[in-house]
T-cell receptor, first 112, second 111 residues
Framework: DGGITQSPKYLFRKEGQNVTLSCEQN?????MYWYRQDPGQGLRLIYY???????QKGDIAEGYSVSREKKESFPLTVTSAQKNPTAFYLC???????????FGDGTRLSIL | RKEVEQDPGPFNVPEGATVAFNCTYS??????FFWYRQDCRKEPKLLMS???SGNEDGRFTAQLNRASQYISLLIRDSKLSDSATYLC????????????FGSGTRLSIQP
């Protein structure tokens, strides 16, 4: 089955620690995205990538980093510089940037 | 003014009723429009794209009004399983940084 896989489903971060969230898709989509969702809020764009080896900052990129070395993979690192990392993180992909996005089932990140 | 605005609700509607909600957008250059459904603590799932001529998928009808800059979603014969948060999404043509999600409208269907 084609889809987007995010892992882990739950993640706990210690203070000062960097953590990496995985996102893999086998839909052959060019565009991939990372969003953050806080309780009762909408989605906010962290980073996006329209092609391999290229990515752009979204609205709330500070404290986060990404890479796009392979078409199917777009990992997100939450660095220690992100002081309020507790949120629901969603990865998505689409054929082109103005096409509907397909989402993974998310990673919930909490601080220990 | 927010780029995309939705009434947060909740809309409490009896089973079988018809319910409609709107989503307004501020940028007249917006090109693509979608409705997503998000269940509690789950990922958003595409419900339907919204076309200029309006489109229907079973009990769901989506419409676009470019002159007044809003999209709408109508649900007929509502089911308990329709209870969810409905997100509208507006994109600017080929600009991935301008994919704007509304904060969502919460719908609760009452038995």
């Amino acid at each position: 089955d084609g889809g987007i896989t995010q892992s882990p489903k739950y993640l706990f971060r210690k203070e000062g620690q960097n953590v990496t969230l995985s996102c893999e898709q086998n839909l052959n989509h060019d565009a991939m995205y990372w969003y953050r969702q806080d309780p009762g809020q909408g989605l906010r764009l962290i980073y996006y990538s329209q092609i391999v080896n290229d990515f752009q900052k979204g609205d709330i990129a500070e404290g986060y980093s990404v890479s796009r070395e392979k078409k199917e993979s777009f990992p997100l690192t939450v660095t220690s510089a992100q002081k309020n990392p507790t949120a629901f993180y969603l990865c998505a992909s689409s054929t082109y940037s103005n096409q509907p996005q397909h989402f993974g089932d998310g990673t919930r990140l909490s601080i220990l | 003014r927010k780029e995309v605005e939705q009434d947060p609700g909740p809309f409490n509607v009896p089973e079988g009723a018809t319910v409609a909600f709107n989503c307004t957008y501020s940028n007249s250059a917006s090109q693509s429009f979608f409705w997503y459904r998000q269940d509690c603590r789950k990922e958003p799932k595409l419900l339907m794209s919204v076309y200029s001529s309006g489109n229907e998928d079973g009990r769901f009808t989506a419409q676009l009004n470019r002159a007044s800059q809003y999209i709408s979603l109508l649900i007929r014969d509502s089911k308990l399983s329709d209870s969810a948060t409905y997100l509208c999404v507006v994109t600017l043509y080929s600009n991935a940084s301008k994919i704007i999600f509304g904060s969502g409208t919460r719908l609760s269907i009452q038995p």
